[in-house]
């Protein structure tokens, strides 16, 4: 695959901002997308989840977008709160080496009013679910007329939620002149009609939807014994990082309060819980200081964690794209993974898709360590400050390092939010900063409160 620096389109301090972050050699559908979206095309692009279409639509919208005018030039419209933080965060951290560039996610579980001051005050790219924008559109706190490009993320999740009217009334708000990008991993009659609706003379990218079989290993085990046979699969193929699905929130609560029970260090990650409650959910599982999560499908799109190595269907979905989605989480980028899923011995024909789609495993054939605790050494300690105090990663480990004494080695990943900075740290050094900062040491000379997230 060609790299990055061969697109004569990408400015040079763009190409620094991408190998400082990681990213030389495009995907297929970054390497599709791009060029077309910089030519002004409305775009169909199919791909799965986890084949770089964040940077393909992304790293256009950066380079497009004029920061001397402080109006809303490009509206991504998502499914999620989740994947509206994420996108976010990939197009600020592209966004880097462009000064003054605002980039605002607009959705539920926020009050409605601070996001209509952040909207007063100006910004250039706005990241929002289809509810939340409609709410600002009725009470004219957004006004969308300056806006040059629209992108449908994961638009065939939007319509599987039912925003298909949505979307369109978003639309109709927004100026008949516009370039139309609409990103799906499958391309259903639904999503066919929503481009024809929207879209005018698109280029139409398909890049492989299916996983590819030598990336996730898929893998069903038959039992009448669900929870007993996932305690001999995680003892058995015991992976560093697991995610477990169930169908609803009931049945997520219990599973993890039964791993926990056993001394698993899990969260469970469901729609019921508030949007500061599913953020540092996705932190705590991401940094690793746990190392289970048990979710609902809010998690099953939009969930873009690196280094996951097992998926599990402790319940199968009985929509088989919901299974695509799902085992999508891990084996990303070039990583391989592990899919495995639960059925009963007697088959439902709602899910008889797993005996066509995986193979199937025998529970007698594992070699067990019954001892085996998906333990972290590592708990989440939480600050009282973040960006908007101006606190930056190496103001912590500054302090972290030279005023408190903790190793380098007893601190993992470090994210920080707009009022709170997260920190995976050893155990042994959690209660030592935790004592430091009740004795007043400060970050960046300023007093900050610290505790550690459950």
């Known amino acids: ?255 993890s309060d039964r791993l926990h029970q056993e001394g698993h260090s899990v969260i469970n990650l469901h729609g019921d819980l508030d949007q500061t409650e599913r953020h540092e959910a996705v932190i705590a599982f991401a940094n690793g200081s746990k190392r289970i999560m048990v979710a609902t499908d809010v998690a099953s799109r939009g969930l873009d964690i690196q280094g996951i190595d097992m998926v599990i269907n402790y319940d199968l979905p009985f929509d088989q794209e919901v299974y695509t989605h799902r085992i999508g989480r891990t084996g990303r980028a070039d990583a391989v993974g592990t899919a495995l899923s639960l059925t009963g011995s007697k088959i439902n024909p709602k899910t008889a898709y797993i005996r066509q789609r995986a193979q199937r495993g025998d529970p007698k054939a594992l070699r067990v360590d019954k001892h085996c605790t998906m333990q972290s050494e590592y708990d989440t300690l939480c600050l009282s400050g973040g960006k908007r105090d101006k606190l930056r990663k190496g103001d912590i480990l500054g302090t972290l390092c030279k005023e408190i004494g903790i190793a380098i080695g007893d601190i993992g990943k470090i994210d920080l939010t707009q009022n709170r900075s997260y920190i995976a740290l050893h155990h042994r050094a959690a209660d030592k900063v935790l004592k430091a900062l009740k004795n007043g040491v400060k970050i960046k000379k300023r007093k900050v409160k610290g505790w550690v997230l459950d």
Request: overall charge neutral.
């Open 1 to 255: 695959m060609a790299a990055f620096h061969t697109l004569s389109s990408l400015p040079s301090e763009l190409l620094k901002t991408l190998d400082s972050l990681g990213f030389e050699q495009m995907t297929r559908i970054q390497s599709e997308s791009i060029p077309a979206i910089m030519e002004g095309k409305d775009l169909i692009a199919q791909s799965k989840t986890g084949s770089g279409k964040t940077l393909a639509f992304g790293i256009p919208t950066v380079i497009k977008t004029d920061t001397a005018k402080n109006t809303p030039q490009t509206l991504i419209i998502t499914p999620t709160r989740e994947l509206a933080e994420q996108i976010a965060t990939s197009l600020r951290q592209v966004a880097s080496y462009k000064p003054n560039l605002k980039i605002l996610t607009l959705y539920g579980g926020v009050p409605l009013r601070a996001q209509a001051e952040s909207l007063s005050k100006g910004a250039h790219i706005l990241i929002g679910t289809p509810g939340r924008l409609l709410d600002h559109l009725s009470k004219e706190t957004l006004v969308l007329d300056t806006i040059k490009r629209v992108i449908l993320d994961e638009a065939d999740r939007m319509l599987d939620m039912g925003f298909y009217d949505d979307i369109l009334k978003i639309t109709q708000s927004l100026p008949q002149k516009r370039q139309t990008l609409l990103f799906s991993a499958t391309y259903s009659p639904k999503i066919e009609a929503l481009a024809a609706t929207l879209l005018h003379d698109p280029k139409t990218i398909k890049v492989q939807t299916e996983h590819e079989a030598q990336k996730i290993t898929e893998i069903y085990y038959e039992t009448d014994e669900k929870f007993r046979t996932l305690k001999t699969l995680i003892g058995s193929y015991r992976p560093d990082s697991l995610l477990i699905f169930a169908n609803t929130k009931n049945d997520v609560i219990a599973l």
